[in-house]
């Protein structure tokens, strides 16, 4: 396995490139510390809708966060999250898969591919369900989040066109 997967950049390096392209976020953001109840990564879409990713490098970590689903579920239920995923490290895969809750996707890294930005490649095992009942944020509930994790999370907001407000430092 590479030394760089085990280190903890890669995976969440790996998570944020595919938030950002693949799923087009304007808003990513990544946990620095430790903080409880907090997402690693989310990223909230062009159209406000919000994506989280749980990075998971052990079985335990994994069957731990099992434990506190009342987190998850807090956001889930107030339908604030419209996909949640599970980012594990190669070497758990097989022994997460049958514990992956329902609707949650499964996703890991492919440590001898790169990505164009010279990530491992990120590669979706199990795809999450769209919760039906998830709603689009309302620009409040973004500079909310965003000012709310500030302090533990790197926040980048890219801009998109119809978002130039974003660039302001006013509230909405």
Not at 37 to 57: A, F, N, Q, S, W
Not at 101 to 122: D, F, K, Q, Y
Request: glycine share 6%; proline share 5%.
């Amino acid at each position: 396995m590479s030394k760089n997967l085990k280190d903890g950049l890669p995976l969440e390096a790996s998570g944020l490139e595919w938030l950002r392209y693949h799923k087009g976020c304007f808003i990513v953001m990544m946990e620095r510390g430790t903080a409880h109840g907090r997402p690693d990564l989310m990223g909230v879409t062009k159209d406000g809708y919000c994506i989280e990713i749980e990075v998971k490098r052990t079985v335990a970590d994994f069957k731990a966060d099992q434990e506190k689903r009342h987190r998850v579920d807090e956001w889930t239920n107030d339908g604030k999250v419209r996909q949640l995923y599970y980012l594990v490290h190669p070497s758990i895969l097989e022994k997460v898969t049958p514990l992956l809750p329902a609707g949650c996707g499964l996703m890991t890294v492919n440590p001898s591919r790169r990505s164009l930005a010279r990530m491992p490649e990120l590669i979706i095992k199990v795809r999450a369900a769209v919760r039906k009942h998830s709603r689009q944020l309302t620009d409040a509930e973004k500079w909310e989040l965003c000012r709310d994790m500030s302090g533990t999370l790197v926040t980048a907001i890219c801009c998109h066109p119809s978002r130039r407000r974003w660039h302001t430092n006013k509230k909405p």
